[in-house]
C-alpha cells in the first residue's frame, strides 16, 4: 500500500473486519495514525492490548476529527445514530466509506447526513469470518477476496480511486457496481445460504434431546459446515436481513419452488431429476474452487 495514502484513519467499529483493516494499516503504513472507536471499554482495551490503533475513543465525534479516511465497521443498525455523530466534526475533503453487508440501506441511513465537503464512498469487503471482535482480526482476511464499492454518480472519482487503492493494498480485487445490484448478489451469494444455515440449525436444535446429541456426534455428515456459518454474529445478521429485506424475500420465494420441485421429485422417485441437478450444483463448485474463492 501506498505509504502516503491516508495520513489519518478512524475505524468507527473495530470488530473482525475493523481490526483486520487496522493490522493491514500497521504492516503495510506504519506513518499512518490509526484512530480506533468503539462502545464498550473492553472493547477499547483489547485494541491496546493488540497495538492495532495508535489512539483510542468510544466518542465517533472525536474519533472522526482531523482524519482523512473514516471508515465505519459496525452493524448496519448504528450507522444512522454515528452518521449524526459523525456529520459535524468531519475535516474538509475527508472520504467516508464503510464495510456494511448491504449496500441499499447503508446509503439511505448514511448519504443524507454527510456534509458537502466530505466524500461518501460505499464498499463492502467481501471477506470475513464467523469470528467477531479485535482478537479474531487478521490482516490476510481480505487477501485474493473481491472488494465491491457502490459509488453514487456524484461521488468524486478520486475518492473512489483512493478507496480502491486501500482495499487493492489489503490484497483485494475492487470492483464497482450499483447498490441494488449489490444488495440482489449478496442475497444470493451470503444472505440466502445463512438464512439456510440458521433454519437448518435451528431446527435440530428443536429436536429432542437425545437426537440433539447425536447430531453433534454424527455433525460431519454435512451439518457440521452449516454449523459454522450458523455461528455467525447474530446482530450483524440481523441487521443484514432487515435492511436487506426486499431481496432476500423474493429470492426466498425462488428457493422455496426449488425447494418444492426437490421434494416432489424425491416422492415421485424421480432419480434423475435429483442427479441431474446434483451435477449442475458439482460443477458450480468446481468452478469457485478455479475461481480461487473456495
Ligand atoms: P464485529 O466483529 O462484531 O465488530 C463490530 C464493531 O462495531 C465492534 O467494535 C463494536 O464495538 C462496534 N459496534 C457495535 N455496535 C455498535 C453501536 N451501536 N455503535 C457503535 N459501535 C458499535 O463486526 P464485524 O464482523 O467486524 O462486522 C462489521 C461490519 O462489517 C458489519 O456491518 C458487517 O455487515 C460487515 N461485514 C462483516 C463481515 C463478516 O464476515 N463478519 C464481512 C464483510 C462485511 P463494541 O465491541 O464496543 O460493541
Known sequence: MSMALFDRVALIGIGLIGSSLARVLRRDSPDTVIVACARRAETLEAVRRLGIADETTDDPAAA???????????????????????????????????????????????LPLM??????????????????????????????????LTPLPQT???????????????????VTMAADHHDKVLAVTSHLPHLIAYTIVGTATDLGHDLQSEVVAFSAGG???????AASDPVMW?????????AVLELLQRF???LTALQRAIRRGEGDTLEQRFAQTRAIRRSIIEAKQA
Do not use: Q
Not at 475518492?159 to 480485487?173: C, D, F, N, P
Not at 451439518?223 to 456459518?229: A, C, N, P, V
Open 156 to 174: 468524486s472519482p478520486e475518492a473512489v480511486a483512493k478507496v480502491t487503492a486501500l482495499w487493492e493494498g489489503a490484497g483485494m480485487r475492487v
Open 238 to 246: 440481523r441487521d443484514i436481513f432487515l435492511s436487506n429485506r426486499e
Open 223 to 229: 451439518f457440521r459446515d452449516f454449523t459454522r456459518i
Open 64 to 110: 472522526v476529527a482531523g482524519a482523512d479516511l473514516v471508515v465505519l465497521a459496525t452493524p448496519l443498525s448504528a450507522y444512522a445514530e454515528i452518521g449524526r455523530r459523525i456529520a459535524p466534526a468531519l475535516r474538509e475533503g475527508a472520504i467516508v466509506t464503510d464495510v456494511g453487508s448491504v449496500k441499499g440501506a447503508a446509503i439511505r441511513d448514511l
Open 115 to 148: 456534509p458537502f465537503h466530505a466524500h461518501f464512498v460505499p464498499g463492502h469487503p467481501v471477506a470475513g469470518t464467523e469470528h467477531s471482535g479485535p482478537d479474531s482480526g487478521f490482516a490476510e482476511l481480505f487477501r485474493d477476496r473481491w472488494c465491491i
Open 256 to 258: 422455496s419452488e426449488d
